[in-house]
């Protein structure tokens, strides 16, 4: 992974094969991994997640390795040593929304993530791969 650390943003779709088209097909950004629910996309070497939400549920959640997951959110992508010290900065001064922790054991996207709140209430991801190199391998 590059020294200056990944951008990855989740954003509310309608339709994914809507998505699909306009971001693989009309942009040229590749698929990585998806669900019925949410598909990855490289955009540029950055992680970009369109996520299933009808604009009526626009804030909801959708389930991501047993976890509901806020569609709307954004972060970065650390290292793994990165991450461990910000979780353990963290821990006891924000509430939150997803518990620092693994999703995806053993499996190709393997990673530590942890999801709170800005003050103003936008939801934040910070995560790290165990293999970076697999961050848009399905």
């Known amino acids: 992974m590059s020294k200056t650390p990944l951008f990855h943003l989740a954003f509310p779709v309608r339709d994914l094969e809507e998505a699909r088209k306009f971001y693989a097909g009309l942009l040229g950004c590749p698929t990585g991994r998806e669900s019925k629910e949410w598909i990855d996309f490289d ?63 053993g499996q190709v996207g393997e990673q530590a993530t942890m999801f709170f709140k800005d003050p103003s209430g936008n939801a934040l991801e910070f995560k790290a791969l165990r293999d970076s190199s697999k961050l848009f391998r399905k």
């Open 43 to 105: 955009f540029y070497g950055h992680q970009i997640v369109a996520h299933l939400a009808p604009p009526e549920q626009a804030a909801s959640t959708n389930q991501v390795d047993g976890e509901d997951v806020p569609v709307r959110h954004f972060g970065v992508i650390l290292e793994w040593k990165q991450w461990e010290e910000l979780a353990e900065r963290l821990t006891g001064k924000v509430k939150f929304i997803i518990e620092p922790g693994v999703r995806f054991k």
